[in-house]
Nanobody, 115 residues
């Protein structure tokens, strides 16, 4: 199983980024996918989830209305569209899957929101 995130970077407050997570090695289309994030000095926190069929999606209160999770099962890829970014969104963002009773994490992609 492999999860590879991309799309992070430096963005100004109010800006947007789209993260991608390319998955391989498991039955992607039937597996719930999640995004987590970890800010410096803080615990890793759940951000959003999406089931294999694509809905319903769920979000942490801190990102609801600003972030959108989606997936393309033909490309084995899950996305996180992040709008109206705030400095407190600065973190390493991780893709996560739980498959066959095992947790899998990507290597993470850094998102920095700063002027």
């Amino acid at each position: 199983v492999q999860l590879v995130e991309s799309g992070g970077g430096l963005v100004q407050p109010g800006g947007s980024l789209r993260l991608s997570c390319a998955a391989s090695g498991f039955t992607f289309s039937s597996t719930d996918m999640n995004w987590y994030r970890q800010a410096p000095g803080k615990a890793r926190e759940w951000v959003a989830s999406i089931p294999g069929a694509g809905n319903p999606t769920n979000y942490a209160d801190s990102v609801k209305g600003r972030f959108a999770i989606s997936r393309d099962n033909d490309k084995n890829t899950v996305y996180l569209q992040m709008n109206s970014l705030k400095p407190e969104d600065t973190a390493v963002y991780y893709c996560y899957a739980f498959w066959r009773w095992t947790s899998y994490w990507g290597q993470g992609t850094q998102v920095t929101v700063s002027s």
